[in-house]
Every structure is written in C-alpha cells, then in structure tokens.
C-alpha cells in the first residue's frame, strides 16, 4: 500500500518511536525530510541523524533524544498542511507554540524554515508541522 502523505507517516514514526523509548528510527529518504529532520536536529529535538542505504533503497537513520529520566524530548509533533488541505501562512500572522517553547516548519521560497526564522525573514509560506 503506498503512502498518501508521506510527511505525516514520517512524523508519526518519529512520535511513536519516541513515545516508545527506542534508540533509533528510519525513514525513507526524501529532499522535504531531510530539510525537517535538519530543523529537528538544529533545535535540540533529536541527537542525530545519518543517510543509510540497504538494498539500493535510501533511509534517514534519527537518532533520538531523551532527558536524564528517559523522557522524550519531543512531547508532542503534529502534521499542519496536508495533501488535501494545505494551509498557508503570512510571516505577520506566523503562530507561535507554546509561547515560543515549540516550533513550527515552514516551507516557504527560501526552503525549509523555522517559522522564527520565517517571521525575521520576512516569508511567508505552507505550515509543515509543528514540534514541542
């Protein structure tokens, strides 16, 4: 069965993995995910990341993050845009999650931003998800 909207299925087993205590996850490889699993690294939701390949097929190896009592670090991720609903967003109209503690993803015309660096930049564009 292919996957309709493969950001949400990554994001999903990055939720679950996390919520699960694994080491590690992967997911298959794209241009879009890598840029977010970038964003994730960057902020501090995620140890590291490595591009795997295993039987001509290319994965994203994340290697998750955990506070000292084995919390996760990412408390919660969702999917904003979806395939059959996009949702677009001004830089004056950028949301915030939870008071500046999470992040939003934004796709804009300078590629794949935090919605911070989105608002100092000035672009706008379509919400991926948000992370907390």
């Known amino acids: 069965m292919a996957v309709s909207d493969p950001i949400a299925d990554m994001l999903t ?5 996390s919520q699960a205590k694994h080491e590690k996850v992967d997911v298959t490889a794209s241009n879009l995910k890598l840029q977010i699993i970038k964003i994730l690294k960057n902020e501090g939701f995620i140890k590291n990341f490595k591009k ?4 001509d ?6 290697f998750l993050k955990y506070e000292d009592d084995l919390t996760p670090v990412i408390h919660g ?3 904003i845009s979806t395939p059959g609903r996009r949702v677009y967003c001004g830089y004056k109209e950028m949301p915030s999650v939870y008071n500046g ?4 993803v934004v796709s804009s015309s300078t590629g794949v931003i935090t919605g911070k660096k989105a608002k100092e930049a000035r672009v706008g564009g379509e919400l991926i998800c948000t992370i907390w």
């Open 13 to 17: 087993k990055i939720r679950n993995a």
């Open 52 to 55: 795997v390949t295993k039987d």
């Open 57 to 62: 097929i290319t994965f994203i190896r994340v």
């Open 77 to 79: 991720i969702e999917r």
């Open 101 to 104: 503690i999470g992040v939003v």
